[in-house]
């Protein structure tokens, strides 16, 4: 039996059916916006950041400037601690100053001290001049390529990338995937050629060559007044970096660092630094950790609400048009009439089932010959 809808039930469903479809084309509406301009002013370079990892070298060799001796087979730290100034960025670009500490752990000292303030387009990644950036206290050094910060839509390929020991970029080439405690990453890879940082003048001891003071003499550069040798610091490195490409973060580093004194013959002469520093695995978890954070806020930006927010919206629209439009037409029979404006037999019930049986009877009767008509 079908009951026909009251038009006051009919009319709260066609209010709720409008709302809903409101809503759906409003998500619908919505989620190309996230998609595609929220989520490319919300996925950047953060400016608030603070990290900290520290790169390790076992068996290595450096020069103690302290004693002007050549230390060997010791276990020297890189920690770097990175962080980002605030106040000095704004929506276009990010301001980090990043502290290295070399140390060796072995005699409890420390080799040498790094600093560098970047600052970079919090999209692109690529480092600009202004804002204070520096190398050390030199504010005249140029940064370019990428460096602290890489792009979050990381692409296979070549990076210009910035070294802060010879001041300039080199090319960083994409090598391939590789996994960092089971996460994805991108490796690339800098090969920086034997290459002069630094003059010094008058010179080095002339004690850390071992030579005799004939042998001496033969130097070019030799100062016998003073007893020191006139050199170039010459600096070459083979450098790799993961990259997660979920966020553009680097998530694990390795650096093999050579370094040379070179007289002005051309001829390298003691080997001053010989590290090869990786990074420690609980400095790869933290920052994986991090950037599995950030992933998550990425993925919800550009996947989970804009693609979930429309699917909702096609949901919504679908039920508000079922509940306003599909209630309006009323069955065949609703309303309790016949077509010939009397009562139907479902309004009638047992008596409409009496009546055919009266006129079943009457039929049969009239086609029957009376016991008159027989005789």
């Known amino acids: 039996m079908i009951q026909a809808i009251s038009p006051g039930r009919l009319v709260?469903?066609?209010?709720?059916?409008l709302v809903l479809i409101g809503v759906g084309a409003f998500f619908i509406a919505l989620a190309p916006l996230i998609r595609f301009y929220v989520a490319q002013q919300l996925v950047a370079a953060p400016l608030n950041v603070y990290e900290k990892s520290t790169l390790r070298a076992d068996?290595?060799?450096?020069?103690?400037?302290?004693?002007?001796?050549?230390?060997?087979?010791?276990?020297?730290?890189?920690?770097?601690?990175?962080?980002?100034?605030?106040?000095?960025?704004?929506?276009?670009?990010?301001?980090?100053?990043?502290?290295?500490?070399?140390?060796?752990?072995?005699?409890?000292?420390?080799?040498?001290?790094?600093?560098?303030?970047a600052v970079f387009d919090r999209r692109t990644a690529m480092l600009q001049s202004g804002h204070g950036a520096a190398v050390g206290t030199d504010t005249k050094v140029r940064q370019t390529g990428v460096g602290l910060f890489w792009p979050v839509d990381v692409k296979r390929k070549s990076y210009p990338y910035f070294d802060t020991t010879t001041k300039r970029a080199w090319p960083m080439n994409y090598e391939g995937e590789e996994k960092v405690q089971g996460v994805k990453a991108y490796r690339f890879v800098q090969q920086i050629p034997p290459t002069v940082t630094d003059s010094i003048k008058?010179?080095?001891?002339?004690?850390?060559?071992?030579?005799?003071?004939?042998?001496?003499?033969?130097?070019?550069?030799?100062?016998?007044?003073?007893?020191?040798?006139?050199?170039?610091?010459?600096?070459?490195?083979t450098t790799t970096v993961w990259v997660d490409p979920?966020?553009?973060?680097?998530?694990?580093?390795?650096?093999?660092?050579?370094?040379?004194?070179?007289?002005?013959?051309?001829?390298?002469r003691l080997v001053v630094a010989d590290l090869d520093l990786k990074m420690t695995?609980?400095?790869?978890?933290?920052?994986?950790?991090?950037?599995?954070?950030?992933?998550?806020?990425?993925?919800?930006?550009?996947?989970?609400?804009?693609?979930?927010?429309?699917?909702?919206?096609?949901?919504?629209?679908?039920?508000?048009?079922?509940?306003?439009?599909?209630?309006?037409?009323?069955?065949?029979?609703?309303?309790?009439?016949?077509?010939?404006?009397?009562?139907?037999?479902?309004?009638?019930?047992?008596?409409?089932?009496?009546?055919?049986?009266?006129?079943?009877?009457?039929?049969?009767?009239?086609?029957?010959?009376?016991?008159?008509?027989?005789?």
């Open 12 to 17: 709260v469903r066609r209010k709720v059916g």
């Open 246 to 268: 979920r966020t553009g973060a680097p998530i694990n580093q390795e650096q093999k660092v050579n370094q040379t004194l070179r007289t002005s013959d051309g001829v390298d």
């Open 202 to 237: 008058p010179g080095v001891p002339a004690s850390l060559f071992g030579m005799t003071p004939a042998q001496l003499a033969k130097v070019p550069g030799y100062d016998k007044a003073n007893n020191a040798v006139a050199v170039d610091r010459v600096y070459q490195s």
């Open 59 to 117: 068996n290595a060799t450096y020069l103690d400037t302290a004693k002007w001796t050549i230390q060997k087979g010791a276990t020297v730290t890189a920690t770097n601690t990175t962080r980002g100034d605030v106040h000095a960025g704004d929506g276009k670009i990010a301001v980090w100053d990043s502290f290295t500490s070399i140390e060796d752990t072995t005699a409890n000292a420390k080799i040498e001290t790094q600093a560098q303030r």
């Open 281 to 375: 695995p609980d400095s790869q978890k933290h920052l994986i950790d991090t950037s599995d954070g950030y992933a998550t806020k990425i993925a919800l930006v550009q996947s989970i609400v804009p693609y979930g927010g429309g699917a909702l919206g096609v949901v919504l629209l679908i039920v508000g048009l079922l509940l306003a439009f599909a209630g309006r037409r009323r069955p065949a029979h609703a309303g309790g009439s016949s077509s010939n404006g009397g009562p139907s037999n479902s309004d009638t019930g047992d008596a409409g089932d009496a009546d055919d049986t009266r006129t079943l009877e009457t039929e049969r009767s009239e086609k029957e010959p009376s016991d008159h008509e027989s005789a």
